[in-house]
Nanobody, 125 residues
């Protein structure tokens, strides 16, 4: 059973923007904390942003200002708006979900049990 599926990746030019989507199962969306992570070649997987059920958001400091996480209750979906793209944003982007997670762990990949297959974002200069 597929719980999380990302979409919206592709090849983009630096300075552009894109919106990633993550379709979640109804159960996951209603009961889990959901976040975005990314994994670039040669680097560790890193947290991007997390959103709570009350829509409070948490961002990795380096992502603040350019990235915006949001969700749509009607469609059980999570989104990541990425603006002013940079080549260093090139990575596989993942949607992840965790059942119980205190705020200090929301951007820690090791704490997440559910992962989508990812969507590749490539930014060229």
């Amino acid at each position: 059973q597929v719980h999380l599926v990302e979409s919206g990746g592709g090849a983009f030019q630096a300075g552009g923007c894109l919106n990633l989507s993550c379709a979640a199962s109804a159960y996951i969306y209603a009961n889990y904390y959901m976040s975005w992570f990314r994994h670039a070649p040669g680097k560790e997987r890193e947290g991007v942003a997390s959103i709570e059920r009350n829509c409070n958001t948490i961002y990795t400091d380096s992502m603040k200002g350019r990235f915006t996480i949001s969700k749509d209750n009607a469609n059980n979906s999570l989104y990541l708006q990425m603006n002013n793209l940079k080549p260093e944003d090139t990575a596989m982007y993942y949607c992840a979900a965790a059942l119980i997670l205190p705020p200090e762990w929301r951007l820690s990949a090791a704490k997440y049990s559910r992962w989508g297959p990812g969507t590749q974002v490539t930014v060229s200069s």
